[in-house]
Nanobody, 129 residues
Framework: QVQLVESGGGSVQAGGSLRLSCVRS????????MGWFRQAPGKEREGVAA??????????DSMKGRFTISNISKDNFTNIVYLQMRSVNAEDSAMYYC????????????????????WGQGTQVTVSS
């Protein structure tokens, strides 16, 4: 069974940086897509960024240039996906979730929740002015 555990959330001042981590455990074959989503109170969950097992990345337009997603893969049983957040602002305050799906790459619809099978519990990011 695949499990995802996020960490790295917390409070940060506007303009600052934060790095989120998502540790995946459990077998997934070589092809997979892992993404970060976020949900602010009263808003729908939205895709932030995604990366697949061959290193291709996808970003929401509003995150390009500020957020960077990366992946460190050890084997078919574990990997770590990072989300480096820079120049954060109040709109970045949200619960951030890690998600994963196997047997596929990150395609044009990477930001659709229904495409992901596995989800973490989330890590809270709060940006203060």
């Amino acid at each position: 069974q695949v499990q995802l555990v996020e960490s790295g959330g917390g409070s940060v001042q506007a303009g600052g940086s934060l790095r989120l981590s998502c540790v995946r455990s459990g077998y997934m074959r070589e092809s997979y897509c892992m993404g970060w989503f976020r949900q602010a109170p009263g808003k729908e969950r939205e895709g932030v960024a995604a990366i697949d097992s061959i290193g291709r990345t996808r970003y929401a337009d509003s995150m390009k240039g500020r957020f960077t997603i990366s992946n460190i893969s050890k084997d078919n049983f574990t990997n770590i996906v990072y989300l480096q957040m820079r120049s954060v602002n109040a709109e970045d305050s949200a619960m951030y979730y890690c998600a994963a799906v196997a047997y596929t790459w990150c395609a044009g619809d990477w930001d659709r929740e229904r495409n992901y099978r596995y989800w973490g519990q989330g890590t809270q990011v709060t940006v203060s002015s």
